[in-house]
C-alpha cells in the first residue's frame, strides 16, 4: 500500500511539471537599460586556477574515485579472512542482505575503504608534488649550464695565464723593436 502511494505521489509529482518547452510569448521589453553579453563562455585558461587548486581537485577526483574498487577489495578480503579463520561456513556474499556482515563490520570497512582512497589521493599528491620539483630544479640547472657565466680561475690557473701572457708581451716588445 505505502510503495503504491509513493509510486502515485512521485507520478503526479512528475506530471505537475511541463514535458515541454514553452511557447515564446510576444513580450516587448525595454533594451535602453538591460546590458546583454554578447560573448559566449569561453573555456578556462591554463593560468586561471592556481597550481595548488588544480593538485587539490586531482587528489580529491583520485581519492573518491578509488573508494569504489577499494571498497570491493577490502570487503572481499574480510569476508575471505572470515571464511580461512572459521568464522563463517561459507564464503560471504557482500550483495546479499542475508547475514552476510552487522553493521559494525559495514561501517568499519567504508571507513577502511575510506581512508585508504584517502592515502592512495594523498600518495598521488605527493609523488606529482615531487616529479614538479624535479623538474623544476632539472629547468634551473639546465638554465644556468646555458647562460654564459664567469668561472673563477685557481691560483694556479691564474698563474700560468699571466706568465703566458708576459711572455706574449715580451715576444711582441722583441718583434716591434726588430721593425
Known sequence: MKINAAALLL????????????????????TSQVTVADEEAAPYEADEFPQ????LRRGEIISLGSIPFVG?????????????????DSFPNPFSSKDAFNKQEIWTMVGVSAGIGLGIGLTDLFVNLSRR???????????????????PLTPEEAGQLLRENSRRKKTEAVGEAEE
Open 11 to 30: 507520478v503526479l509529482l512528475f506530471l505537475s511539471f511541463p514535458l515541454h518547452a514553452k511557447e515564446k510569448e510576444d513580450v516587448s521589453v525595454d
Open 72 to 88: 570491493l577489495w577490502v570487503v572481499g578480503s574480510y569476508g575471505g579472512y572470515k571464511y580461512f579463520s572459521g568464522e563463517i
Open 133 to 151: 620539483k624535479k623538474a623544476e630544479r632539472e629547468r634551473l640547472l639546465q638554465e644556468a649550464k646555458d647562460q654564459e657565466g664567469i668561472t
Open 52 to 55: 595548488w587548486a588544480k593538485d
